[in-house]
């Protein structure tokens, strides 16, 4: 079945340190998307991608960054200046413009 | 700021019952989308209407749009214990790519 896969479902960062979330689609989508989404709220964008080796900042991204240099990838860098990380982590993707979104299972982060 | 207002946050019914949701916007969109939440799960996109439509079917889900008011409502017929979940409104704006989603309501349906 096609699908957005994000690894792992539960990670934990110590101060100081940078952690990887991975994503990984196989709807062959052009365009990929990273939210965040904190108790009780609503979904705010990090950083998303149109096609392969190109990526835009979202409403979000100090803290953050990413990488497209493949299709199906789309993996997430939670950096040690985010001070704030702890949240609940959305990758999704979509067919192009205005499209419907397919979301994968999210990833939670949280401070040790 | 946020886009999508939805309205109520919280809503509790049974199961049988019919729940509405609503949605309010800020600026002028050409697609607005609903999306359901399970606890602890990603979205799963439910419908799109686009601004020159004014109401859409799925199932037992009705969706309105009012671009004169700036505002959209989820009609959920007959819900079942299942339809209990979050649902966002997600609007696109001026953006090709970028969806705004509101806070969600907690729809609760008892069996």
């Known amino acids: 079945d096609g699908g957005i896969t994000q690894s792992p479902k539960y990670l934990f960062r110590k101060e100081g340190q940078n952690v990887t979330l991975s994503c990984e689609q196989n709807?062959?989508?052009?365009?990929m998307y990273w939210y965040r989404q904190d108790p009780g709220q609503g979904l705010r964008l990090i950083y998303y991608?149109?096609?392969?080796?190109?990526?835009q900042k979202g409403d979000i991204a100090e803290g953050y960054s990413v990488s497209r240099e493949k299709k199906e990838s789309f993996p997430l860098t939670v950096t040690s200046a985010q001070k704030n990380p702890t949240a609940f982590y959305l990758c999704?993707?979509?067919?192009?413009?205005?499209?419907?979104?397919?979301f994968g299972d999210g990833t939670r982060l949280s401070i040790l | 700021s946020q886009q999508g207002e939805e309205d109520p946050q919280a809503l509790s019914i049974q199961e049988g019952e019919n729940a509405t949701m609503n949605c309010s916007y800020k600026?002028?969109?050409?697609?607005l989308q609903w999306y359901r939440q399970n606890s602890g799960r990603g979205l799963v996109h439910l419908i799109l209407?686009?601004?020159?439509?004014r109401e859409k079917h799925s199932g037992r889900l009705r969706v309105t749009l009012d671009t004169s008011k700036k505002s959209s409502s989820l009609l959920i017929t007959a819900s079942r214990a299942a339809d209990t979940a979050s649902y966002f409104c997600?609007?696109?704006?001026?953006?090709?790519?970028?969806?705004?989603f509101g806070k969600g309501t907690l729809l609760t349906v008892n069996p």
């Open positions: 999704a993707s979509s067919k192009g413009e205005r499209q419907p979104q397919h």
């Open positions: 209407i686009r601004s020159n439509e």
């Open positions: 600026t002028s969109i050409n697609n």
């Open positions: 997600a609007t696109d704006g001026s953006s090709n790519y970028k969806l705004t």
């Open positions: 709807l062959n989508h052009d365009a």
């Open positions: 991608s149109q096609i392969v080796n190109d990526f």
